[in-house]
């Protein structure tokens, strides 16, 4: 019976350590990892709805992407669509996913991240200085990296640190 105990007590806490704090889930899509890793983080799916990735994908889009020539083979271009297609806002499991989905109006098809609700609300000034985006040491708000330490690894609530160091102090 104690040796139950122990064992329970080893075991139980496993899925909650693997997962601790994680947010969003990580890329498991190695060409999209590397693919959409080049100029900037690859952002996860799961901060835009299906139909924004659909249209961000287009041929037509991804020549001329924020400015950028992002051009894929067709091979390539199909496989990252449907991948990124297949994990966004409201299909992928979890609570970021539904909140992103939950945000954006049905007749919206945002091509930033961070123009969808969940975004804008989660950075709205008062919960993070709006002079921090436009830093040296952030420059963009699509510069997720520079205040989520983690996110390409899928957490986004390890900002506590950095927020007291306080470059963005509200
Ligand atoms: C050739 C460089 C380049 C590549 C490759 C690239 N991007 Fe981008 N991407 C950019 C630039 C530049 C921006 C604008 C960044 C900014 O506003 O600070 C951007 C912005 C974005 C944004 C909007 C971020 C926001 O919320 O403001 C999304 C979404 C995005 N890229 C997705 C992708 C995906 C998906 C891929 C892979 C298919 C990809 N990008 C590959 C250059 C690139
Ligand atoms: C200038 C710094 C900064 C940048 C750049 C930034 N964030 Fe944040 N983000 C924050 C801070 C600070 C919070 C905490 C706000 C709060 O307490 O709710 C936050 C909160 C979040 C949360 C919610 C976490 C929670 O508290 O539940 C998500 C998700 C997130 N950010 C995603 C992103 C993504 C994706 C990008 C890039 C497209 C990004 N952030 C860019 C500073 C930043």
Not at 58 to 74: Q, R, V, W
Not at 105 to 123: M, S
Request: with cysteine; glycine share 8%; charged share 25%.
């Amino acid at each position: 019976m104690r040796k139950l105990a122990i064992i329970l007590a080893v075991l139980l806490p496993l899925p909650a350590l693997a997962d601790g704090g994680r947010r969003v889930q990580v890329i498991s899509d190695p060409l999209t990892a590397k693919e959409c890793s080049a100029c900037h983080m690859a952002f996860q799916p799961e901060f835009l709805p299906a139909r924004s990735w659909k249209k961000l994908m287009e041929p037509k889009e991804l020549s001329n992407h924020f400015g950028d020539d992002a051009t894929l083979p067709e091979a390539a271009r199909a496989r990252i669509e449907a991948y990124l297609m297949q994990n966004a806002a409201g299909v992928a499991p979890g609570k970021e996913s539904g909140r992103v989905a939950a945000s954006i109006g049905a007749g919206e098809t945002p091509l930033r991240i961070t123009e969808t609700g969940r975004w804008q609300q989660k950075h709205r000034p008062g919960e993070v200085n709006p002079a921090a985006f436009k830093s040296p040491k952030v420059k963009s708000k699509a510069n997720c990296v520079a205040c989520h330490k983690g996110a390409a690894q899928g957490f986004y609530e390890d900002e506590e640190d950095e927020r007291k160091g306080g470059f963005w102090r509200r």
